[in-house]
């Protein structure tokens, strides 16, 4: 009787190596979709942080004096240009202690799932130190 020797890769290890292979690369394009739309996302909210403090600061700037007692202003559409499908608005409440509004701007948007950031300042009348 003859027995043959066997060299090289078995079927076995042919498809364990393959599926170790098949795996790795689904984790690699699972970390690449991820990752970019975490960039894509945290663009997004840099872009809406932005776009909320230079309205505060347009608000701050124009004085406690012009600003209503309470309600809600819409943000122009321009202030949103780099953010598509934005909605914003800045809503004045009265603040914690007597002549203060709390005044909170707020921004939505819709991509890839509903986003939202805000940002509030109190203004006085006479500034918060006495």
Same mark, same amino acid.
């Given at each position: 009787?003859?027995?043959? @020797?066997?060299? =090289?890769?078995?079927? *076995?290890? #042919?498809?364990?190596? !393959?599926?170790?292979?098949?795996? $790795? %690369?689904?984790?690699?394009?699972?970390?690449?979709?991820?990752?970019?739309?975490?960039?894509?996302?945290?663009?997004?909210?840099?872009?809406?942080?932005?776009?909320?403090?230079?309205?505060?600061?347009?608000? @701050?700037?124009? =004085?406690?004096?012009? *600003?209503? #007692?309470?309600?809600? !202003?819409?943000?122009?559409?321009? $202030? %949103?240009?780099?953010?598509?499908?934005?909605?914003?608005?800045?809503?004045?409440?009265?603040?914690?202690?007597?002549?203060?509004?709390?005044?909170?701007?707020?921004?939505?948007?819709?991509?890839?799932?509903?986003?939202?950031?805000?940002?509030?300042?109190?203004? #006085?009348?006479?500034? !918060?130190?006495?």
């Amino acid at each position: 009787m003859r027995h043959f @020797r066997r060299s =090289g890769v078995t079927l *076995l290890s #042919a498809i364990f190596s !393959l599926l170790v292979l098949v795996s $790795a %690369l689904t984790i690699v394009l699972q970390t690449y979709v991820v990752g970019s739309r975490s960039q894509r996302l945290s663009a997004q909210r840099d872009a809406a942080t932005v776009a909320l403090e230079a309205q505060l600061e347009t608000l @701050r700037a124009g =004085g406690y004096s012009r *600003l209503p #007692a309470t309600g809600a !202003l819409p943000i122009p559409a321009t $202030a %949103l240009r780099s953010l598509p499908q934005a909605e914003g608005r800045v809503a004045v409440a009265p603040g914690p202690v007597p002549d203060t509004r709390v005044v909170t701007a707020e921004v939505t948007w819709e991509q890839h799932g509903p986003h939202r950031e805000e940002l509030s300042i109190v203004m #006085a009348a006479k500034g !918060l130190n006495p």
